[in-house]
Nanobody, 127 residues
Framework: QVQLVESGGGSVQAGGSLRLSCAPS??????????MAWFRQSPGKEREGVAH??????RTYYADSVKGRFTISRDTKNLYLQMNSLKPEDTAMYYC????????????????????WGQGTQVTVSS
């Protein structure tokens, strides 16, 4: 049974940066066959899609709220989210998600399109 594990969250001042990581555990040779995404959720709000990366990293897609500030990327083992110019409204629990390539929806930031989830890592941005 493969699990997704997030790391890299923490507290930062507005304008600062954080780099989140997500990795399947144990490592998978077929990792690149999954589309992946980052979501976030703050108390009292629905889970919100942040960024999507296609299988093999061919395409990326971002929510308007983070476009130009966040960068999603992947290598053969890990998924990353580089978060720059952080704002207090970015404060949330951040989750990584994955779906097998055959079931991926292009550029999807919809929770229901992802079958594998991590447990989240907290990001707190202070003003």
């Amino acid at each position: 049974q493969v699990q997704l594990v997030e790391s890299g969250g923490g507290s930062v001042q507005a304008g600062g940066s954080l780099r989140l990581s997500c990795a399947p555990s144990p490592s998978q040779d077929t990792y690149s066959n999954y589309c992946m995404a980052w979501f976030r959720q703050s108390p009292g709000k629905e889970r919100e899609g942040v960024a999507h990366i296609s299988a093999f990293g061919v395409r990326t897609y971002y929510a308007d709220s983070v476009k130009g500030r966040f960068t999603i990327s992947r290598d053969t083992k890990n998924l990353y989210l580089q978060m720059n110019s952080l704002k207090p409204e970015d404060t949330a629990m951040y989750y990584c998600a994955a779906e097998v390539m055959a079931s991926c929806k292009r550029d999807s930031l919809e929770v229901g399109n992802f079958g594998y989830w991590g447990q989240g890592t907290q990001v707190t941005v202070s003003s």
